[in-house]
Structure formats: C-alpha cells, structure tokens
C-alpha cells in the first residue's frame, strides 16, 4: 500500500511517525507524498492542548470525503488522542479503521493486514515497557534523505504529573530503554553516517529512575548515557529534549558542561517564575533554584545557550505573578521560549480549577513574553557578529536556495552563502564568521 502519515505535536510523535513508516516499509509499504494520493492515511494526534486536538478532529471530517471517494482506503489514528479517546473516536466516526496508541506502534502492519482481510476495526491501547519492538528502527531517508541528523528515543512516558498535563495520561508512566540496546542504536546510525542525534523523552533526564525521585548530586543514569554515547565514533553532537529542572544535579550538570560532543544549548522547561504557580503546577523547583542551574550550567560552559516553555494565564495566576515570570526570563536570558497559553485538559487536577485568567488577559501576557524576547535575542545576537563558529550545513536556505542554513553547537539558527562552484553537503561541519544578525537568525561567510 502507499501510506501517507500526518504528525500533529510534540519530537516523540515525529520520532514515532518515523518508526511507523520504517516498520511500514519493511513489510514492502511505500510512502506516498499526500492523503489524496495515498491507499493508508495515519493521523499521528497530540493531546497537551486543546487547539493541538482541534485540529486533527478537523482533519478526521476532511478524511471523510477522502474515503467516499475511495471506499477502499484504510484510515488510522495514533498517538495521544488515539490512547486516551480511541475508543470513543472508533464508535463515533464511521470511516475510521484503527487507532493505535502510544506503546503498539510495532503492531501496526498486523493490524494494516487484519483489516485488509476485513476483520473490522481495531483499537489497539494497551501499555508496553520501552524497549517495544521497532522503538529503535530508523527510515532510510530520516531527514529528508541527507541521514546526517536522527531522532532516538531513550525513554517513554512521564510520571511527575504537572497539574495542568495530560501527558502521563496518554503516553503512561515512566519507562526506560535499556541503556546498551540505545547506545547500540546510536553506533549503528554513526556507522551509517549520522553526525548528530536527538534524544527523546518526554522527562528525558529522568531516564533510567523510572518514577523514582531525582537521585542525590552524584547519581544521574541519564548523564551515564550521555558518557556513554560521548564515545561513539563519528558521533558529533548530542542532543536532548526535554529535560525537567528537577533532575539537574551536580552529575548531570557536569555531564552537560564537560562531555565535548554534548550540544551547548539546554532546552529547560520554567513554566512559570512565580513560586506561588509552581506549587500549584506540581513542579518541585523555586525560580531561585531554577536560577542556580542555569548559573551552574554557564559556570562550566559560558557559551551555553538555553530555551524554555512558559504557561501564562494558569488558573490564578495574578498580574505580579506574571512580572516574575518575566524577571526569571530575563534574569535567565532565553534564546527561544515556547509561550503557551493556558488549556485545561479533562482529566488533569487543574482541569477542576476555574480557568479564571481571561483569554484576552492570556493573549496579552502572551504577547508581552514575546516581544521581551525579541529584544533580548536581537541584543544577544549582535554581540555575536565578528565571532567564527562551528556549523552543521542542514540545507538550502527556505527562503533564498544560494544561501546555506545550519546550525552552532549551542543551536544558533546561521544563513551563509558557499563559495560558487564549491560543493557543501548537508552534515558538514564549517567554519562561518558572523556578519549580520537579527532576532531569529545570525548571517555568516565561510571561513
Ligand atoms: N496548557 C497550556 N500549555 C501546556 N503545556 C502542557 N500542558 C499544557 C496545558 N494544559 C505546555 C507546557 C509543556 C509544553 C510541551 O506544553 O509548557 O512544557
Ligand atoms: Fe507533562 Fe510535567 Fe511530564 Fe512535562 S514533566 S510531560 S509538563 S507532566
């Protein structure tokens, strides 16, 4: 069959799209390039807001048409919504076929088979440990067919139970792979090329605890990993996403700052600057402790980069609650933040709570994050020019083909134009001095 899988969300989904589609082909599927032109079409749900479910039940009726018009296609859903609504989803839409969830992915050319042979539909929920079979199964073509950059999924699920997630919900509680059967993945994707890998879990640094509390300052099983696949060959730089503050110990932090090929830039989730929130967001750090870590982290790596993802308009949360929000912004000094506006989620303890912050008030607060960002960065950026960095050509630029993007080891998005006639491919690592900076991007000349 020719199958063509839509990703809603989160890195997990795309990286779980990735191994359907690997599993898919291994069984002689083939991609297609679009719903219309595919026999099998997947929606791969996400579930943390309530615009992220919006759509893919906008997309559900499309589908409708689509299966008219071919009565024969198969139509499936996996991912969050598919784990925690897949049977009322099933009962609900007729030209539904299947729904997968987070931990069955493997199933999925059995179930492609089951319903060929018209068994009827298939929900198919149940929960799994991490290392499911076709977790470390890579397609051929991960990143547009360059294989210099790959996703690799160490741990699955989440157990701190923020109040305002439904994650822990839909994708279980905390389970870890085992740390030789990662590794021994990361060495086959090196061996085939790959400069640089993308870590994955939704409480990465938790890896390895499995819903045990944060360890003392010299136990961390997630930076034993990264020691570990420090040393593969041909490995350039590591990645991670998203780690809690909460994990950050003395092991973890050193492990960051003092393994060379461990990327220097930290995504670290504040969600809030006000103490009074964080409580209520079962999220067990202050803002002077989430301070401390970023001091620790640019004490043994001063150029470390760091992002964020912020909630505003939380149930309760007053206007100086917010101004400290943006006091730990700035204090911090993001070079990204992910700003989200407060959604309840049927299910979660603050769904009981009342969403008293107007959306006008959210959108506002939303807004003023943003612009504080802006200026920050743009700030940050310019004292870049002049400076050499090292950069992953990724690929021609989107907006303007002559020229290259790529990126620094601490994520700095750099446009640089190759010499004419001089051949750049993606996964080279260059040399680009700075000329020019903006808000979103630092302009370069190859060195
Ligand atoms: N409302 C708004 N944002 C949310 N996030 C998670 N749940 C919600 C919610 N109910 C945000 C958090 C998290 C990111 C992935 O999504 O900031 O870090
Ligand atoms: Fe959700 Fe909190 Fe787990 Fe992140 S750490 S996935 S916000 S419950």
């Known amino acids: 069959m020719r199958f063509y899988i839509k990703t809603y969300g989160c890195q997990m989904n795309e990286r779980d799209s990735d191994s359907a589609a690997a599993l898919l082909q291994s069984e002689g599927h083939v991609p297609a390039d ?37 009565p024969d296609m198969i139509f499936g859903i996996m991912g969050c919504m598919a784990q925690s609504r897949g049977a009322e989803l099933l009962q609900a ?16 050319p059995e179930i492609v088979d089951s319903i060929l042979a018209r ?65 021994a993945e990361v060495r086959a994707l090196a061996d085939r090329g790959v400069r640089e890998i993308m ?9 390895g605890l499995d819903n045990r509390a944060p360890a003392q300052d010299d136990v961390s099983p997630f930076a034993d990993l990264l020691e570990r696949l420090n040393g593969i060959n041909g490995l350039k730089r590591i990645r991670f996403t998203s780690p809690h503050p909460a994990y950050f110990n003395k092991k973890l932090i050193e492990a960051v700052t003092g393994l060379d090929k461990v990327c220097k830039s930290v995504h670290l989730p504040l969600q809030s600057g006000s103490d009074r929130i964080l409580r209520k967001m079962n999220r067990p750090y ?33 206007e100086e609650e917010f101004e400290q929000t943006r006091e730990v912004m700035a204090r911090t000094g993001f070079d990204n933040a992910y700003i989200f506006k407060y959604s309840p989620r049927k299910g979660t303890r603050s769904a009981q709570w009342e969403d008293d912050v107007p959306v006008e008030e959210k959108e506002r607060r939303n807004q003023v994050l943003l612009a504080d960002l802006e200026r920050d960065v743009r700030k940050r950026n310019a004292a870049l020019v002049g400076r050499t960095f090292e950069v ?10 002559d020229r290259w993007q790529g990126r620094t080891d601490t994520f700095k998005n750099v446009v640089f134009t190759p010499a004419p006639g001089s051949a750049v491919t993606p996964g080279d690592f260059l040399n680009v001095r700075i000329v020019r900076s903006t808000a979103m991007t630092l302009y370069g000349e190859l060195v």
């Open 34 to 70: 679009s719903e219309e032109s595919a026999d099998l079409v997947i929606l791969n749900t996400c579930s943390v807001r309530d615009q992220a479910e919006r759509k893919a039940i906008g997309k559900l009726g499309i589908m409708k048409r689509l299966k008219k018009e071919k």
């Open 199 to 207: 870590l994955l879990g939704q409480n990465v640094a938790a890896f």
């Open 119 to 183: 068994r009827g539909k298939i929900l198919a929920d149940e929960r799994t440990g991490a290392d499911t079979p076709g977790i470390d199964m890579h397609r051929a073509d991960p990143d547009g067919g360059h294989g210099f950059s790959a996703f690799v999924s160490i741990m699955r699920g989440c157990s701190r139970f923020c109040s305002y997630c439904i994650v822990p919900y839909t994708r279980g509680l905390e389970r870890s792979r085992d740390a030789a059967s990662v590794e």
């Open 93 to 108: 839409i007729p030209h539904l076929d299947f729904s997968l969830g987070t931990d069955q992915i493997h199933r999925l």
């Open 286 to 318: 202050t803002a002077q402790e989430y301070l401390e870590i970023v001091r620790a982290l640019r004490a043994g790596a001063p150029e470390i980069t760091f992002s964020t993802d912020v909630i505003v308009g939380f149930p309760t949360e007053t």
């Open 392 to 401: 992953l050509a990724e690929g021609p630029s989107k907006r303007n083909p």
